[in-house]
Each structure stands twice: as structure tokens, then as C-alpha cells.
């Protein structure tokens, strides 16, 4: 297959969308009531792509919030493309880097527009457009090997109530609606009470693991996660904090359980310092933290090379910003069930930019269409306005 990644950015708009959620999700640092974002539109010859920044309004998961990425975006991003030709992927993500620290949600909205462009122009789906860059970068045959469908798991955050019974019937709604595995979120007060109560619900066996968000200390809660041993989690995802390796790593040594990186694998050069360290058995991989395709890219390939188990990780996205990462999850090397929901469990049936389905067992068809596929425009412009057009 031959691709041309060149690309003239003649015009660029950034569309400012609001979905109410049906359900507050909470986490250990905050609570979203609806899914902002902005979405990226980079057109090149008529041909238009389109990517997703999902950060949360607060800087509760990062330090990056809406009104920050948009300020970056309209300052300091976009009038380094705009009307310029990019040479490839891996051009625009120099552009994109080069003197700027950080904000690697605002680049993943220009990165992931950019691969949906390129797949446009040259009439393949997403999918194909990275497998073709995984065998550029020399990824292990292997892991060039993709499923038609991903696996979900549901994300259940702490109800506002804070009430177990609620958390009850939340996870057996899930697990009716056929959802692969059980995650929940977790912070100091809500840990080995929820953990057991969880688990009462979905059986001993039953694909299982807890999330913190960064919230717990090495030292105060280390008995915290020895005593949640017992309870036959697949692995504690980022239990310490988000710009930590060196705790994780003697957390890992302290307990029978895995340890997962979230927050605070945000690069290829924080991978291999992980790596090194032996802070994680397990690495979530999530296109928005990472700030686009191609470091997400980097790191999966790092990872298969090292054993080190993946998963595919949301924010959540709306359905723009989520179909990358189910094209990426569906390769050999993710081995856990995603977070990659149904549209309806955030959003209500029939309201997202692209409706992502689940079936009754729990599967995620993965997208055969050109890019990133079709957009419901109806619901763009109802949820959507335009905040800058160049």
C-alpha cells in the first residue's frame, strides 16, 4: 500500500460541542455533568478531517482544562499549520512540539484530525492507515494482526450520593447489558468498602479492577491496597499520584496484584522510564493524554516488545474522538476489555457525532468505512458552534 501523508492545511475550523451526559461521572478529583469538547476540522483539497480535544472543564484529570486548550489551540497551534504543508505524521508532530511543553490534549485534537485526513485523501479506513505506520515502524508482524470488534468494559464512577446500593444497581444494569468487564473508580473513603461490595455483585471470577485517579499516598494507603489484594482485581490502575513512576514501581514490589500507569504514562520517553524501573505490568493508552495517534503508536509497539499488558482507554470522547483509539485497540497487543462504552451509556440513544454500539456479548464492531467514518452532521449542529473558522 502506498500513502502519500502530505497535506496543505487550507483551512481549519474549531467546532465548540456540549453532549449532556445522562449520568454525572464522577471521579476521585471531580464530577462532569456533559462532554466539551472541541472538535478539530483540518481541510486540504477539499478533503476535510476531523479530531477531538476532550479535556475535562477542570484540571481534575490534568492540568489541561477547555478554556486552556482552546487558548493554546487559537494561539499557538493552529498558526503553525494553518497554510502550511506538513511532509507526514511524523512532520506534524514536531510542528506541534517543537518549543511547547505539555498540552498534549489540545495536540491530539490537530494529531487525530490529521490521520483522518490522510485516510480520506488516500481511500483507506483509519485502521489500515495505522497498521500501514505500525509496519513502518517496524511493529513485530504479530502485532500488525487486528480483531473486528473490541471488547467493552463499563467505567462506573462513585454516584454522587455516595450510597453502595446505588453502585449495586449501576453494575447489574451493566453486566445486563452484556458489558465485558467491571471497572470502578475509587478515592480515599471510597476504596475497600466499594471494592467488596463490587465484587459481591459480579462474582468472584468476573473480569474485575478498580481505578483511583491518582488519589491514594504510598505511605498512608499502602495497607489500603495489601488488604484489597483479597478481592482478585486484575491490576489497581494508577492508585498514586499522576506525575509518579518511582511510587509505583515500589507499591508494585509491596503487593500481589498488578499495577496499571494511567495518568502518568504521557509519553514514549515516560514508557521507557517505566520500563526501566519496573513501576507497571499493565499500560492503559489513551490518544488524548498522550497527544495523538502516532505516540500512542510508540508506546504500543514498546509495550508488545516487552510484554506489558494494554488496554484502550477514554475520557470519554464523543464518537470523533473515540473511533482512533477503537481502530487502535483492536490490534493483538490490547489483551484487557476497553473502556470503549456504548454512545447511549454517556450520551442517550441516538445523540452522539458517531454512535458507537454495543452488542449483547459485550463486543465493539471496529469501523471499515473511509477515515474515521460518518458523522452524524444533524447532531453536530445541534450540540455544536463554530468558535474560530481561518
Given at each position: 500500500m502506498v500513502i502519500d501523508e502530505t497535506a496543505v492545511i487550507e483551512r481549519v475550523r474549531l467546532v465548540e460541542v456540549s453532549l449532556p451526559l445522562v449520568t454525572p461521572f464522577q471521579i476521585s478529583g471531580g464530577t462532569c455533568y456533559c462532554r466539551h469538547s472541541i472538535i478539530v476540522e483540518l481541510t486540504s483539497e477539499g478533503v476535510t478531517g476531523f479530531g477531538e480535544c476532550a479535556p475535562f472543564d477542570g484540571p481534575f484529570y490534568s492540568?489541561?482544562?477547555?478554556?486552556?486548550?482552546?487558548?493554546?489551540?487559537?494561539?499557538?497551534?493552529?498558526?503553525?499549520?494553518?497554510?502550511?504543508?506538513?511532509?507526514?505524521?511524523?512532520?506534524?508532530?514536531?510542528?506541534?512540539?517543537?518549543?511547547?511543553?505539555?498540552?498534549?490534549?489540545?495536540?491530539?485534537?490537530?494529531?487525530?484530525?490529521?490521520?483522518?485526513?490522510?485516510?480520506?485523501?488516500?481511500?483507506?479506513?483509519?485502521?489500515?492507515?495505522?497498521?500501514?505506520?505500525?509496519?513502518?515502524?517496524?511493529?513485530?508482524a504479530k502485532y500488525l494482526k487486528t480483531r473486528e470488534y473490541i471488547e467493552s468494559g463499563?467505567?462506573?464512577?462513585?454516584?454522587?450520593?455516595?450510597?453502595?446500593?446505588?453502585?449495586?444497581?449501576?453494575?447489574?444494569?451493566?453486566?445486563?447489558?452484556?458489558?465485558?468487564?467491571?471497572?470502578?473508580?475509587?478515592?480515599?473513603?471510597?476504596?475497600?468498602?466499594?471494592?467488596?461490595?463490587?465484587?459481591?455483585?459480579?462474582?468472584?471470577?468476573?473480569?474485575f479492577w478498580?481505578?483511583?485517579?491518582?488519589?491514594?499516598?504510598?505511605?498512608?494507603?499502602?495497607?489500603?491496597?495489601?488488604?484489597?489484594?483479597?478481592?482478585?482485581?486484575?491490576?489497581?490502575?494508577?492508585?498514586?499520584?499522576?506525575?509518579?513512576?518511582?511510587?509505583?514501581a515500589v507499591l508494585a514490589r509491596k503487593v500481589k496484584t498488578p499495577i496499571c500507569l494511567d495518568e502518568s504514562l504521557k509519553s514514549y520517553r515516560y514508557g521507557r522510564q517505566a520500563l526501566e524501573i519496573n513501576a507497571a505490568k499493565v499500560w492503559n493508552i489513551k490518544i488524548q493524554r498522550l497527544g495523538g495517534l502516532l505516540e500512542a503508536i510508540k508506546l504500543y509497539k514498546l509495550a508488545v516488545e516487552n510484554d506489558i499488558g494494554l488496554w484502550a482507554g477514554t475520557m470519554p470522547e464523543t464518537g470523533i474522538g473515540t473511533m482512533p483509539i477503537i481502530c487502535l485497540g483492536s490490534f493483538e497487543g490490547f489483551i484487557f476489555p476497553s473502556d470503549v462504552e456504548a454512545s447511549k451509556r454517556w450520551y442517550g440513544e441516538g445523540q452522539d457525532l458517531i454512535e458507537i454500539e454495543i452488542t449483547e456479548d459485550g463486543k465493539i464492531g471496529v469501523p471499515e468505512e473511509i477515515g474515521i467514518g460518518s458523522i452524524n452532521f444533524e447532531n453536530y449542529r445541534r450540540y455544536g458552534r463554530t468558535l474560530l473558522e481561518v
Open positions: 492540568s489541561e482544562t477547555f478554556s486552556s486548550v482552546k487558548a493554546v489551540l487559537e494561539e499557538f497551534l493552529l498558526p503553525r499549520i494553518i497554510r502550511k504543508k506538513i511532509e507526514g505524521i511524523e512532520h506534524l508532530n514536531f510542528v506541534l512540539t517543537e518549543g511547547i511543553r505539555g498540552n498534549a490534549f489540545a495536540r491530539a485534537g490537530i494529531e487525530t484530525a490529521y490521520w483522518d485526513l490522510i485516510a480520506r485523501k488516500n481511500n483507506v479506513s483509519l485502521r489500515e492507515l495505522i497498521r500501514w505506520y505500525m509496519a513502518k515502524l517496524e511493529t513485530p463499563v467505567s462506573v464512577g462513585i454516584p454522587v450520593d455516595q450510597n453502595y446500593s446505588t453502585l449495586c444497581k449501576w453494575i447489574e444494569r451493566y453486566m445486563q447489558e452484556g458489558y465485558r468487564r467491571i471497572k470502578i473508580k475509587i478515592k480515599p473513603g471510597w476504596d475497600l468498602e466499594a471494592v467488596r461490595v463490587a465484587r459481591s455483585v459480579v462474582g468472584r471470577d468476573f473480569p478498580v481505578d483511583a485517579n491518582a488519589s491514594f499516598d504510598l505511605k498512608e494507603h499502602l495497607y489500603i491496597f495489601q488488604k484489597m489484594d483479597e478481592y482478585n482485581c486484575l491490576f489497581y490502575e494508577q492508585p498514586l499520584h499522576y506525575d509518579d513512576l518511582l511510587d509505583h
